[in-house]
Each structure stands twice: as structure tokens, then as C-alpha cells.
């Protein structure tokens, strides 16, 4: 079956460098692209979204950029801090039956050195 | 401030037993979904619900059960649980015309 993947399990940045977060997906009819941060002990928390009809969306911090020629999603924190530290996914969306469902990537940690 | 609130965070239950694990959401949504969450695997579905009394197999629905008696509440079951039903449970919830799921904080489940 078709899957969402990430390319680095693990990315490890000095506080106040721009993190990179990479994801690879494969289902070219999704229509929607998620990125979650789950820190230690919680569930996944919304970070930002982007939809098929755009290439880039920007949040606080945060910008996502969507290639859907190579199929290719990327999540950019800008002046990465301490806090950031977490697991980042990304989720593709598409439209199983009766309503939307999620398929998540296995996940990045980013770990920011002080 | 809306919430999705998983009854327990940790478990501990012995083989064969029968579990049940609860969520419950403030926010009306419609949807609800239980994922389990293991190292390397991601978040994997296993059931979900798109109204009261419907439900409908994920990825792995082996072993489980899922309850919706109520809109708020979505309850799932492991029937007779097993070393390999260990893990971390999600619960979560979205809107019907929303793609964006609200979590819990999840709930780790160890089998013995």
C-alpha cells in the first residue's frame, strides 16, 4: 500500500540554527499534508498544514513547502530553540468511505543542542 | 480550552484480560479515531468512527474492539490482551468537514 515516510529519524541542531524536517510521500491523490509535534509523554499537537493547490505556508516559525512533482513535503523552523525539541510527523489526508483519515510517517526527532 | 481526555496514562494488565481504554472529546466532533503508537512504526489506526454506533476498521483492527454509545465517548476494547498489544494508545477526534485531528495524551499500556 501507499505510505507517508520521512527521510532522517533523527536530526540533531545548535539552538538558534533553521531545522530542516524532510517527508516523502507516496499516495498522489492526497489532498491535504499535516505536520504534528509530539513532545515526550503527550499526543501529537497541530503545527501546520498545507493543502494540494499550494506550494508553501508559513506559520509562526514555520514554514511548510509541498513539491508535489517529486512528491516531497518539508517542514523549516526558523531560530531553532530549546523547546522545539520533540518528534516531528507528517500526515497525508485522504478520503477512506465515510470520512477523512490520516496516514503519519514513522516520525523525525529533532534534538536542539544548547 | 477543547480537549481530548484519555481516562488512563499508564495501565498495566495482565494476559487474557479483557481492557478497556476510554476517550472522550468536548469539541462535538464527529469523527474519532484509536491509534497505537510503537518505535519505528508510527501511528497505525485502528478503528474509527465517523458517527454514534458507526464504526469502521483501520489498519489493524486484530484483537480490538470499539464502542460509540455516545457522541463524546469512544471506547476501545481489547478483548483478551496480549503481550503484543503492548504500546502507546491515541486517541483523537476531528470535525466531519475538518482534516485536522485534536489528540489525547495517551494512554501506555503494558501487558504482563
Known amino acids: 500500500g501507499e505510505s507517508v515516510g520521512l527521510h532522517l529519524p533523527t536530526l540533531s541542531v545548535q539552538e538558534g540554527d533553521n531545522s530542516i524536517i524532510n517527508c516523502a510521500y507516496s499516495?498522489?491523490?492526497?489532498?491535504?499534508f499535516i505536520w504534528y509535534k509530539q513532545e515526550s509523554g503527550k499526543g501529537p499537537q497541530f503545527i501546520i498544514d498545507i493543502r494540494s493547490n499550494m506550494d508553501k505556508r508559513q506559520g509562526q516559525r514555520v514554514t511548510v513547502l509541498l513539491n508535489k512533482t517529486v512528491k516531497h513535503l518539508s517542514l523549516q523552523i526558523a531560530a531553532t530553540q530549546p523547546g522545539d525539541s520533540a518528534v516531528y510527523f507528517c500526515?497525508?489526508?485522504?478520503?477512506?468511505?465515510?470520512?477523512?483519515?490520516?496516514?503519519f510517517g514513522t516520525g523525525t526527532l529533532l534534538a536542539v543542542q544548547p | 480550552d477543547v480537549k481530548v481526555t484519555q481516562s488512563s496514562r499508564y495501565l498495566v494488565k495482565r494476559t487474557g484480560e479483557k481492557v478497556f481504554l476510554e476517550c472522550v472529546q468536548d469539541m462535538d466532533h464527529e469523527n474519532m479515531f484509536w491509534y497505537r503508537q510503537d518505535p519505528g512504526l508510527g501511528l497505525r489506526l485502528i478503528y474509527f468512527?465517523?458517527?454514534?454506533?458507526?464504526?469502521e476498521k483501520g489498519d489493524i483492527p486484530e484483537g480490538y474492539s470499539v464502542s460509540r454509545e455516545k457522541k463524546e465517548r469512544f471506547s476501545l476494547i481489547l478483548e483478551s490482551a496480549s503481550t503484543n498489544q503492548t504500546s502507546m494508545y491515541l486517541c483523537?477526534?476531528?470535525?466531519?468537514?475538518?482534516?485536522?485531528?485534536?489528540f489525547g495524551s495517551g494512554t501506555r499500556l503494558t501487558v504482563v
Open positions: 468512527s465517523y458517527d454514534v454506533k458507526m464504526k
Open positions: 500526515a497525508e489526508n485522504f478520503y477512506g468511505g465515510a470520512t477523512n483519515k490520516l496516514i
Open positions: 483523537a477526534s476531528s470535525p466531519q468537514t475538518s482534516y485536522g485531528y485534536t
Open positions: 499516495n498522489s491523490a492526497s489532498d491535504y
